[in-house]
């Protein structure tokens, strides 16, 4: 039996919540320790959600529709990676564009380039 087509704001919150439970089962799984700051964020984050349909109520730090803020959403992939074992991006990939450890291309020469009727006739 069908059920009636539920709302994108209806999806999005479930997919929050599966995405909370399989970042809490990854960490159980691999037997990762997560912080007490981090176990207490996917709790109190999932029961946000199952409460008020959302996990945040400042609309300036989110899209409307969505239940995890911008932010939210970020802490959720690093504790999401470190429960895979991914090591996360160091601040200065992020502030080089993910350019860590590359050679910088050197500047080229500023204004005209140099013309052989620029020269002085004399050298």
């Known amino acids: 039996m069908k059920t009636a087509p539920s709302s994108s704001r209806d999806q999005a919150r ?10 809490s089962r990854a960490a159980a799984r691999a037997g990762v320790e997560l912080s007490e700051w981090e176990g207490e964020f996917l709790g109190s984050v999932t ?4 409460t008020f ?20 959403a970020v802490k959720l ?22 350019r860590a450890g590359k050679a910088r291309k050197p500047f080229g020469r500023r204004g005209r380039a140099e013309t052989p009727a620029d020269r002085d006739p004399t050298d």
């Open 14 to 23: 479930r997919a929050a919540l599966n995405a909370l439970k399989r970042a």
């Open 53 to 72: 349909g959302r996990a945040f109520a400042d609309p300036d730090k989110g899209a409307t529709g969505a239940p995890l803020s911008m932010m939210q």
């Open 77 to 98: 992939k690093e504790i999401t990676a470190k429960a895979k074992g991914e090591r996360p991006p160091g601040p200065k990939a992020k502030a080089r564009g993910g």
């Open 47 to 50: 029961e946000r959600i199952k």
